[in-house]
């Protein structure tokens, strides 16, 4: 016998049709067409009939029901929904979409494609309300590898991106890690420009939420050149700046303040002063940080295990290494001054540069000196290149004046 939504008894009236007029039209050739019919004369009522339209989804989603006429309802009633935000009733929509979401879930099996079109929908008014976090738990749900439907390669990556691109507009980006990573495997393959640069976005901004500066600063850099957007690429390019500056001192970070301050375009930029004090090698005092510090993100601001910020951890690591460039040998007192700490910590941080083999010397704990070997900070360091090619090109120059006056001699 055919199946029935027992939650409903009849007679049932929606509009001018009666519940089991409406059961009769799934077996007729033109049932979808006349189903259709009603279910647009329920959306053309929709303030007062938003419930009509899940007894319909109810009906057409029994078991014994056409599959093709199921999907042509269902179909159109997404239609439905997907217009009334064009018409202003986001809530509302929402609220509807959402029943007819739980009136699917039980035969996902067999409408997948309908209930990612529903997810997808109802994650469009999340975000358009900044609900991050919700809109993400709802593309979570969409069925992507279940392997019953055979899903595009490029929708996959859009839908992992897009909650990735989510998670982290709700600063979570332990959550968004585990689908940049789903993405990645597409990304290398897709040939949707689009797509492969909302991966690369998104890849620094985990590595910048994680505090893995260096590698941010890294793929920022490139997005800087890469992004065809001029305000985008300034975007990336302070990113870039900021997360160089808050990086652990050392030659690593040496080589990306190096490219930094021959980009042009840091000049315009606000955090330009403070990238070329650390670039020359210059002590940077804690005053000197008020108009950068405000530029930063809430995340690069975070108290570090000794109690003090990223950005003070930063300053004070290179205000070692200007130190080391200036002084051979210094004692613990003093250095505390340079850097405006304890010289207990002074000497705990020089310590801990060296054991890494950020900062070369030795530490005499007995004297209370810190000893500095002779290195080359990143100025002199390009100094010498150039002085290696300029010689290289006179050898070169010479040999070629040689090896005329030979010929003319002969």
Request: hydrophobic share 40%; aromatic share 6%.
């Amino acid at each position: 016998s055919k199946q029935t939504n027992k939650n409903i008894e009849l007679p049932y009236v929606i509009g001018d049709m009666l519940l089991d007029e409406i059961r009769s039209f799934v077996t007729a050739s033109d049932g979808a067409d006349k189903i259709n019919a009603i279910v647009d004369g329920i959306f053309s009522e929709i303030d007062t009939r938003s419930e009509d339209v899940i007894v319909v989804a109810d009906e057409v989603l029994v078991e014994s029901v056409n599959h093709v006429v199921s999907k042509a309802v269902l179909g159109n009633i997404i239609h439905h929904l997907r217009k009334m935000l064009e018409d202003d009733k986001p809530l509302l929509a929402y609220e509807v979409g959402n029943k007819v979401l739980d009136s699917l879930t039980p035969r996902l099996i067999s409408f997948e494609v309908q209930v990612t079109q529903v997810r997808v929908l109802l994650a469009d008014i999340l975000e358009s309300q900044e609900n991050w976090k919700d809109a993400a738990a709802m593309l979570v749900g969409i069925p992507l590898t279940s392997g019953h439907s055979n899903v595009d390669d490029d929708f996959k990556l859009n839908i992992y991106l897009r909650i990735g691109a989510l998670y982290l507009e709700d600063k979570q980006s332990y959550k968004a890690e585990p689908f940049v990573n789903r993405a990645s495997i597409l990304a290398a393959h897709t040939k949707d420009e689009q797509l492969s640069l909302k991966f690369k976005v998104q890849v620094a901004r985990i590595d910048d939420g994680k505090r893995k500066f260096l590698d941010a600063t890294r793929r920022y850099i490139d997005l800087a050149y890469c992004i065809p957007d001029e305000a985008a690429r300034k975007i990336a390019l302070t990113q870039a700046i900021n997360c160089a500056i808050l990086s652990p001192a050392g030659q690593q970070r040496s080589r990306l303040l190096d490219v930094l301050f021959k980009d042009d375009r840091s000049k315009e930029l606000p955090s330009y002063p403070i990238l070329a004090a650390m670039y020359l090698g210059r002590i940077v005092k804690k005053s000197d940080l008020e108009v950068f510090e405000g530029h930063l993100e809430p995340h690069q601001k975070a108290i570090t295990e000794d109690n003090t910020t990223i950005l003070d951890r930063a300053v004070v690591q290179h205000n070692m290494l200007a130190v080391s460039s200036l002084y051979t040998n210094i004692s613990f007192d003093e250095l505390g001054i340079l850097l405006q700490v304890t010289p207990e910590k002074a000497e705990a941080i020089a310590s801990k540069m060296m054991s890494e083999g950020r900062l070369k010397g030795t530490i005499d704990q007995i004297e209370g000196f810190v000893y500095f070997s002779v290195g080359e900070n990143a100025v002199t360091q390009r100094d010498r290149r150039i002085e290696g090619v300029c010689n290289h090109l006179n050898q070169v120059v010479d040999m070629i004046n040689h090896s005329i006056a030979v010929q003319s001699a002969n």
